[in-house]
């Protein structure tokens, strides 16, 4: 055991990448960057990271942005729902906790958006305490050097993991253990192209013996991917255009798009304008079809969008619904709302 935990310090030493929250891991900057890092790659997570460290230094300047703001900052990171976690969070250390983490495993795993894996990386990284770390990286150099063919992705194979992590944990420097785990997973034991030839675990690793390296880890099929069809209406009228504020448990929670009208199969211009949707959003007035995008596919964990964008020039203001959620804002002011992915791609081209 103190073989692995000293071959594993030793490797992170020499290998260690010289990420910014590395140089004083508090627990606010530990929780920010793994919260940033979720489902983001690091040298995209990056510049975020520096961005929000520069405009709230602390959890306390954090809770007191406006939720506006700091989705706006979090734009093209996607999943959403991270952001707004992140506001609620940083609100809930301030109010519960005087502004200060809990250094404590259950207590932080009860603020929102921390589940067992942030909560172990902030209780071992920011406070030394003895809970180990199981994410992708770990999961993978775990069923390697153990060739362990349990599926990762069911309760068994994760409770399985997590009891290994924690037998194989250093208890006396957790902190230093969980990075260099998952930073050996990252820079050396890596999903395709392992260096196994000059792995300082080669003798222990089981699946390298068995030959099984490019099997682990093992995971069951991912859910199924559906398909959904966005005809976004982009309706401009005297140096103003129509925005849509998203609600409800649907993707982008409280950012903005166009006004929308979504369909089963793909839908022409004409079957558009024809659609009852379009008709009651126009009504009568006089209108005209400047421009229509090609279709721009856009993938998300379990569904895939296909969205088309046709500008229409409206000369009177449309609409006996507008509403708080659909609205009338100047061209010049969009760049100061919170927007998906798509939209900002569409608006760049």
Sequence with gaps: MNILHDTLINWFAENRRDLPWRHSPSPYQVWLSEIILQQTRVNQGWDYYLRFIERWPTVTDLAQASEEE??????????YSRARNLHHCAQ??????????????EKLKQLKGIGDYTAAAIASIAFNLPHAVVDGNVYRVLSRLYDIDTPININEGQTLFAQLA???????????HNQAMMEFGALHCTPKNPNCLLCPFQAQCLAFAHQTVMQ?????????????????????INGSMYLHKRS????????????CIESETPMTVEEVVA???FIQ???????????????YTHKLTHRTLLAQFIE??????????????????????LGSFPIPRLIDLYLNH
Excluded: A
């Design 70 to 79: 700091v989705l706006k900052m979090w734009q093209g990171l996607g999943y």
């Design 92 to 105: 809930q250390v301030v109010n519960e906790y005087g502004g200060q983490f809990p250094p404590d495993f």
């Design 166 to 176: 924690d037998e194989l944990l250093n208890r006396e420097q957790p902190g230093l």
């Design 216 to 236: 682990r880890p093992v995971k069951l099929p991912k859910v199924k991917v559906t398909t959904r069809y966005f005809n976004y209406l982009v309706v401009h």
């Design 248 to 259: 409800g448990n649907d993707i982008w929670k409280n950012l903005y798009d166009f006004p």
């Design 275 to 277: 659609s009852e949707k």
């Design 281 to 295: 959003l126009i009504e009568e007035k006089p209108f005209s079809i400047t421009k229509v995008s090609p279709v």
């Design 312 to 333: 229409i020039k409206l000369e009177q203001k449309m609409l006996q619904i507008e509403t708080k959620d659909l609205f009338l804002t100047p061209e010049s002011e």
